[in-house]
């Protein structure tokens, strides 16, 4: 006769196998709904819903290797088998904006170091932004989002750069603040364009001559601005590219990945080729490996980049970067 210690025991194990068939069931169909997406995003859909969540590929991975894991300790093996195909979708996804396509460089000719950031416009510490920067020690810097507070104490937080070129300012959607481009070389400074396209635009004397550099910062994306919004300032970036002649450095907050629709523009369009993007750099309250690649860097082909990492923080939302470029080699 079934005693009730085994009654409830083969009960407790019946609930326990439910749970788990339950579980790898939504996690199947968890992970065939990324690979779908997955398959949407490497069709270059340039749809305003595919495009949205092609900005969050990275952290995407990295909650499905997670998710892959957790049903592989549970032993659910189709969710596994689901999970790794998901796994790899995702990477192949996020792989563009990790590891770009990179020129090689002329053997011997002379490094540029930029330090581009955003440092948010709210962000009254000169002190953690002039640390970031000496730390970094950068010939050229971009700094997008610069409030009233740093405005007034420029000479303090530009020590060393006394070569400055300054945006317009921006009352619209983040209070006032300013994009300057700061350099230890002579700058000459671009008129400022009325085109909608909050940028900066500098032509530096450089160890490799004459560089253009252009700080930009471009909306939010679709749904948090018109879905047009970014395209069109994009295209007026464009036009800004078409009249310098002579190589080109573009840095600043894109609000996009680079091998998302924006990015794809930038290439196309522009003839323009990111750093790798590894680790995201957006926002500073979440492990860097896990944050969106928004704070990019650009190049013209007649560069090449050496190294891009993240600078120190600076008191901002988001981390800056730090890369060196050089000529390419022909």
């Known amino acids: 006769m079934e005693t009730a210690v085994q009654h409830k025991a083969q009960e407790g194990s019946s609930w326990r196998s439910l749970t788990l068939r339950v579980i790898g069931w939504l996690s199947t169909l968890g992970f065939a709904g990324v ?43 189709r969710a596994v088998w689901v999970g790794f195909v998901a796994c790899v979708s995702t990477f192949v996804c996020v792989g563009p904006q990790w590891f770009t396509e990179w020129a ?12 581009s950031a955003n440092v948010y416009y709210l962000n009254d510490d000169v002190a953690a932004m002039r640390r970031s ?23 303090d937080l530009l020590a060393g750069y006394p070569h400055r070129a300054g945006s317009m300012r ?46 930009v910062h471009l909306t939010r994306p679709w749904p948090f601005q018109y879905q047009w919004g970014q395209i069109s300032q994009t295209m007026a970036l464009g036009g800004i590219r078409r009249t310098l002649g002579g190589p080109v450095i573009v840095a600043g907050d894109f609000n996009s990945v680079s091998n998302a629709r924006i990015g794809r523009q930038m290439k196309q369009d522009l003839g323009l080729y990111p750093a790798g993007g590894f680790p995201g750099t957006w926002p500073t309250d979440l492990p860097a490996p896990l944050g969106i690649t928004i704070d990019q860097v650009w190049r013209s082909p007649e560069l090449a980049f050496v190294s891009r990492k993240l600078g120190q923080p600076n008191g901002s939302d988001h981390y800056p970067v730090v890369t060196e470029f050089t000529r390419a080699a022909r």
């Open 170 to 215: 921006l009352d619209d959607t983040r209070g006032p603040s300013r994009s300057i481009i700061a350099s230890r070389w002579p700058l000459r400074q671009v008129e400022n364009r009325p085109d909608g396209l909050h940028s900066v635009t500098a032509v530096a004397e450089t160890p490799l001559g004459q560089i253009n550099v252009v700080g």
């Open 104 to 115: 090689k460089p002329e053997p011997g000719a002379p490094l540029v170091r930029l330090y």
């Open 133 to 155: 920067i000496e730390a970094a020690d950068p010939d050229i810097l971009i700094l997008i989002e610069v409030g009233q507070g740093p405005i007034g104490r420029l000479d």
């Open 35 to 77: 690979i779908i997406l997955a398959a949407l995003l490497r069709a270059n859909i340039g749809h305003r819903w595919v495009d949205i969540f092609g900005q969050f590929t990275a952290p995407m991975f990295f909650a499905v290797l997670a998710a892959t894991a957790v049903v592989g300790v549970l032993r659910l093996k």
